[in-house]
């Protein structure tokens, strides 16, 4: 699963041509929703993941549960809900199409090494991302009525959560790295044609779960 900055990231590419933009700091706020999840708890992981057998990520369960293209497209609710489904979509993205992104792999390194070392840069590159889109927002929850079926969801977790991941952007932005593992322009012309797959979904949503 790629860190949260990624989905920062990705939603910097899809927020300005999505309805949602009239409520940015509440699809971010939706965007970190599947992360606030209890730690060290497999169910609570599950659930805000949408989780089946075999850990796929059921999106179809998740447009039903939040009545994903049934809520108004420019209200709070729908705002969340989009940023919670984009991140569950950029997940399963990852997970079919993970392997395609260009990573230069050292014959000395380990695997756990290099995701460590991949996970460090892309959240380098990712820094401004979040910065700029997320930096000065300060979403308020009274306005948000979570749909029945996202209604297990701790709002408050979630801003919490939103304002860790923009602190670790800071730091992030700060540190001296020298990429030696993942090229930038490839990095963005991957999550690019992620961005357009999501994009063209969105236009034309499949009926399953509708």
Excluded at 50 to 76: C, H, N, Q, V, Y
Excluded at 194 to 208: I, M, N, Y
Aim: glycine residues 6%; contains cysteine.
């Amino acid at each position: 699963m790629p860190p949260l900055s990624t989905h920062f990231r990705f939603s910097c590419l899809i927020v300005p041509r999505l309805a949602a933009a009239s409520h940015v700091d509440l699809f971010l706020l939706g965007t970190v929703a599947p992360d606030a999840f209890r730690p060290a708890d497999d169910a609570s992981f599950a659930e805000h993941h949408f989780s089946r057998e075999g850990g796929r990520i059921d999106l179809a369960s998740f447009r039903k549960a939040a009545r994903l293209g049934t809520l108004p497209a420019a209200s709070p609710a729908s705002a969340f809900a989009t940023g919670y489904y984009a991140h569950l979509w950029l997940d399963a993205f990852f997970i079919d199409h993970g392997n395609e992104l260009p990573v230069a792999r050292s014959v000395s390194a380990s695997q756990a090494d290099l995701r460590l070392a991949v996970r460090k840069e892309a959240e380098f590159f990712n820094a401004p991302f979040v910065l700029a889109l997320a930096g000065a927002s300060r979403p308020t929850t009274e306005e948000l009525s979570l749909p029945r079926g996202l209604e297990f969801i701790d709002k408050e977790a979630c801003a919490r959560l939103m304002r860790t991941v923009v602190e670790e952007a800071h730091a992030a932005a700060l540190a001296a790295i020298v990429p030696t593992v993942l090229d930038e322009g490839q990095y963005d012309e991957f999550l690019g044609t992620g961005a357009e797959s999501f994009l063209a979904e969105r236009r034309c949503p499949s009926r399953e779960g509708a």
